[in-house]
C-alpha cells in the first residue's frame, strides 16, 4: 500500500501550457504539503494545507495554486507553464503541523518537464 | 539565502567503516533537525531527528549530533553498509513553524562493498 502517492511520475509539456499534479495520502493524516526540487538539488517548501487549509504559502507565482478537495487530497495546478517550472515536485503529508515539525512523509516525485 | 548547508555534494566509504555527514545551519531560530534519506525515483524518508534541547540522539546504527554554538549537526551511520548508499538530506525546523522544513542540498553516501 503507497502511503503517499502522486500522479503522474513523469510530465513533459509546451511553455504556455496548463497542467495538474495530484496527490493523495491514505495515512490518515492533517496536513500535505507540496515541495519543489530544484536544479540544484534543494527542496524547498511551496504550500501546506491543514484539514483542507491554506497554512504555509511561500513565495511561489501565483500561477500555482494549490487545491484541497479533502484532507487526503493536496493537488498542484499550473497555468502557464514557463521554462523555470522544470523540476521534481513533492507531495508529502504529517500527521499534524501544530507545535513542532512532525515527521513528513514523501511521495515519490513527479518530474516535470517543460519544453 | 540558503539556511541549511551541506557542503559535501557527495562522499564515498568502505562497507563497516564510518560514514559522517555533515550540515550547518544559519538561522538561530531552528530547533528541530531531522535528517532525510532518498534513494533514486523515490522521495525521502524520515530517518533520525533530534530536538535543540539534546545534543545527541541514537537510534541504531545512526546517530545524529547538534552542536547549537556552532550551528553544526552531523549524521554518524557505523556500520556503514551498501544499503545505505543514497542521497541524505538534511532539514531544520522553528518548533512553531507548522511543519516547515527548510532543507539542505544533499549529500550522496556510496557505500563500496
Known amino acids: 500500500d503507497t502511503a503517499v502517492s502522486q500522479t503522474p511520475k513523469y510530465l513533459v509539456t509546451q511553455m504556455g501550457n496548463d497542467k495538474s499534479i495530484k496527490c493523495e495520502q491514505n495515512l490518515g493524516h492533517d496536513t500535505m504539503y507540496w515541495y519543489k526540487q530544484d536544479s540544484k538539488k534543494f527542496l524547498k517548501i511551496m504550500f501546506s494545507?491543514?484539514?483542507?487549509?491554506?497554512?504555509i504559502n511561500e513565495t511561489v507565482p501565483n500561477r500555482f495554486s494549490p487545491k484541497s478537495p479533502d484532507k487526503a487530497h493536496l493537488n498542484l495546478h499550473i497555468n502557464s507553464l514557463e521554462l523555470g517550472d522544470s523540476a521534481v515536485y513533492f507531495c508529502?503529508?504529517?500527521?499534524?503541523?501544530?507545535?513542532?515539525?512532525?515527521?513528513?512523509?514523501f511521495g515519490p516525485g513527479t518530474r516535470l518537464t517543460v519544453l | 539565502d540558503q539556511q541549511v548547508k551541506q557542503n559535501s555534494p557527495s562522499l564515498s566509504v568502505q562497507e563497516g567503516r564510518i560514514s559522517i555527514l555533515n550540515c550547518d545551519y544559519t538561522?538561530?531560530?531552528?530547533?528541530?533537525f531531522l535528517w532525510y534519506k532518498k534513494y533514486p525515483a523515490e522521495g525521502p524518508t524520515f530517518l533520525i531527528s533530534i530536538s535543540s534541547i539534546k545534543d545527541k540522539n541514537e537510534d541504531g546504527r545512526f546517530t545524529v549530533f547538534l552542536n547549537k554554538s556552532a550551528k553544526h549537526l552531523s549524521l554518524h551511520i557505523v556500520p556503514s553498509q551498501p544499503g545505505d548508499s543514497a542521497v541524505y538530506f538534511c532539514?531544520?525546523?522553528?518548533?512553531?513553524?507548522?511543519?516547515?522544513?527548510?532543507f539542505g542540498q544533499g549529500t550522496i553516501l556510496t557505500v563500496h562493498p
Open positions: 532539514a531544520a525546523s522553528p518548533g512553531t513553524s507548522y511543519g516547515k522544513l527548510t
Open positions: 538561522n538561530s531560530m531552528f530547533d528541530y
Open positions: 508529502a503529508s504529517s500527521q499534524d503541523a501544530w507545535g513542532t515539525a512532525d515527521t513528513q512523509y
Open positions: 494545507y491543514n484539514n483542507k487549509e491554506l497554512i
